[in-house]
């Protein structure tokens, strides 16, 4: 993976990916995180008003009482959806990374964002790659029985069958990532594959 962003496209005022929603699904361990923060440097780095919403950050403190049902899932989207539509209502660009797994919840949250606003991103990477990395230790704990329902292993992740934009995380460089959304986000791209 590249360390910096390198040149990044300049985009001005009337840019029509400006007031967008970047909703970056895959397992744990994917590289959503990763690839929303970089896409938020570039984008400051280029006068865009940018915003992550990390799921990991939300279940702790906007989401904290919620568990892993099926009902607190869709609960934990819903909320996601809706303050990322009330950002992108104030004119930023929204990055949300959030395994989401379930198609039915993503789909909701397009429905809340709005269809055209609404740009899914699947952050592919297999199984195997992403329990090599564990960068929380979830796939080591849910091994030994400490996670229940964890998404990939005992719960199911729906990864979606249209996606505006597909990354593999084990097979690109983080910086080839990044160009792909801000092509995808300009209108200049739809369905790749980095």
Not at 54 to 82: M, V
């Amino acid at each position: 993976m590249s360390e910096g962003f390198g040149n990044p496209p300049v985009f001005s005022s009337s840019d029509a990916g400006l007031g967008k929603v970047a909703w970056l699904t895959g397992l744990s361990g994917a590289g959503k995180s990763t690839l929303a923060r970089e896409l938020e440097k570039g984008l400051r780095e280029c006068g865009r008003p940018v915003v992550v919403l990390d799921g990991d950050e939300l279940r702790r403190k906007l989401c904290a009482g919620l568990g892993y049902s099926p009902e607190d899932r869709a609960e934990n989207i819903r909320r996601i959806a809706h303050v990322a539509r009330l950002f992108l209502d104030s004119g930023f660009t929204v990055i949300v990374a959030v395994i989401s797994p379930l198609r039915a919840n993503r789909a909701a949250a397009r429905e809340i964002i709005g269809p055209k606003n609404f740009l899914e991103i699947h952050v592919h990477c297999p199984l195997e790659v992403c329990r090599a990395r564990d960068p929380k230790g979830l796939y080591a704990k849910a091994d030994a029985g400490g996670v229940a329902g964890m998404t990939g292993l005992s719960a199911p992740y729906e990864p979606p069958r249209h996606p505006d934009l597909r990354v593999d995380t084990s097979l690109s460089t983080l910086e080839k990532e990044v160009e792909s959304v801000l092509n995808l986000l300009e209108g200049r791209g739809s369905a790749v594959q980095a």
